[in-house]
């Protein structure tokens, strides 16, 4: 069993800035990709940045710039500092993390999300 906590999310005012973290824990003998994802209400969830073991990214054309993707591989943990937020960013945030377990089955899991609101 694996368990992902997610912290961080909030009410900001736009132009402002919050930083989103996801930890897992339990059976993990590694870990490749992890992402954040978001999705607003009558949306679609959709892609906001995922990073690779090694540490490739990947950004949605609508967060290029302003959001930034990184993991501590010691700690099982991914971040996403977001600046520059706007009204349109207010969505559910959620993490995603491919894990490798220590029999070597590899499984998807998903955050609880986080709420993350940006007042005009």
């Known amino acids: 069993q694996v368990q992902l906590v997610e912290s961080g999310g909030g009410l900001v005012q736009a132009g402002g800035s919050l930083r989103l973290s996801c930890a897992a824990s339990?059976?993990?003998?590694?870990?490749?990709?992890m992402g954040w994802y978001r999705q607003a209400p009558g949306n679609w969830r959709e892609k906001v940045a995922t990073?690779?073991?090694?540490?490739?990214?990947n950004y949605a054309d609508s967060v290029k710039g302003r959001f930034t993707i990184s993991r501590n591989n010691a700690k099982n943990t991914v971040y996403l500092q977001m600046n520059s937020l706007k009204p349109e960013d207010t969505a559910v945030y959620y993490c995603?993390?491919?894990?490798?377990?220590?029999?070597?089955?590899?499984?998807?899991?998903w955050g609880q999300g986080t709420q993350v609101t940006v007042s005009s």
């Open positions: 990073i690779t073991s090694d540490g490739h990214t």
């Open positions: 995603n993390v491919e894990v490798v377990s220590p029999r070597r089955d590899e499984y998807n899991y």
């Open positions: 339990g059976s993990i003998a590694s870990i490749n990709a």
